[in-house]
């Protein structure tokens, strides 16, 4: 578990600036959504913590280390996608095992770290199927085991649902919500669906244009006049 800081940060491509000054500081085990219209900067601020963008200019904290130059895979971060991005030949347990086998990781710990998360997702019947013989909402939790497994101290959610059908939805984001809870993982979630955001958060940071609108508890914010 770490805290996330983010200081005074700036998106900019070319002289087009999509993210503004944008200030927060997210607790540890704290549950944050990032929520606002498309095209706001929600996606853009979420891959610059994931570093899959650079930084135009300002800081971002991950603990105590200033993660702006570090790789991906070097910020101790897991992200789960919209598309979930699990590898069509490979089984389920090979999706889930297949980012720790590149790291020098023994193959029993490997096993192990599956196998607890395929108990915790309840995909245990699944380990030996491929994506394709899965239902969305399995193919969902094994992008999450995915992300599990990496022992992550951050959990980056790329509007993971928005693949799913309404009722799919609503059920995964129960089980997204009571998996954070366990494992206790600072996470950010991306969404443009209100209704989500308000269930979810622990606190919302609503984007309009690249800049902070509001960051509060979704009681603060259903409050306001
Ligand atoms: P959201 O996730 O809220 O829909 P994005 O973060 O994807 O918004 O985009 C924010 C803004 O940045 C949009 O105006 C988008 O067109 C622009 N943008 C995103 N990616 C690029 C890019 N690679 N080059 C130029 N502009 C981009
Ligand atoms: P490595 O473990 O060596 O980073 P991976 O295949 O796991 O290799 O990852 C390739 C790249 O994609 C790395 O930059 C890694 O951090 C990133 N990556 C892979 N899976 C995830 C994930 N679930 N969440 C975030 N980043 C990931």
């Given at each position: 578990m770490a805290s996330i800081t983010l200081k005074d940060l700036v998106k900019a491509y070319g002289d087009t600036?999509?993210?503004?000054h944008v200030e927060g500081e997210i607790s540890d085990g704290e549950f944050i959504v990032v929520v606002g219209p498309s095209g706001c900067g929600k996606s853009t601020l979420l891959r610059m913590v994931a570093g899959l963008e650079t930084v135009t200019s300002g800081t971002i904290r991950i603990g105590d280390k200033v993660?702006?130059?570090?790789e991906p895979a070097d910020r101790d971060i897991a992200m789960v996608f919209q598309n979930y991005a699990?590898?069509?030949?490979?089984s389920v347990r090979e999706n889930m095992a297949y980012g720790l086998k590149i790291?020098?990781?023994?193959k029993d710990e490997i096993a192990r770290r599956v196998e607890e998360a395929a108990d915790i997702l309840e995909l245990r019947p699944y380990?030996?199927?491929?994506?394709?013989?899965?239902?969305g909402g399995q193919r969902q939790r094994v992008a999450m085991g995915r992300a599990i497994v990496r022992n992550p101290q951050v959990f980056l959610f790329d509007e993971?649902?928005?693949?799913?059908?309404a009722k799919l939805r609503v059920q995964m984001r129960l089980e997204i919500r009571k998996l954070q809870q366990r494992l206790g993982v600072t996470s950010i979630y991306v969404t443009h669906d209100q209704v989500e955001a308000m269930t979810l958060g622990d606190r919302l940071m609503v984007l309009n244009g690249g800049y902070v609108e509001q960051f509060g508890t979704p009681i603060e914010l259903y409050d306001r006049p």
């Open positions: 600036e999509v993210l503004h993660v702006n130059q570090l699990l590898y069509p030949h490979m790291r020098k990781i023994s380990l030996d199927r491929k994506p394709r013989q899965l239902s993971p649902l928005s693949n799913l059908d």
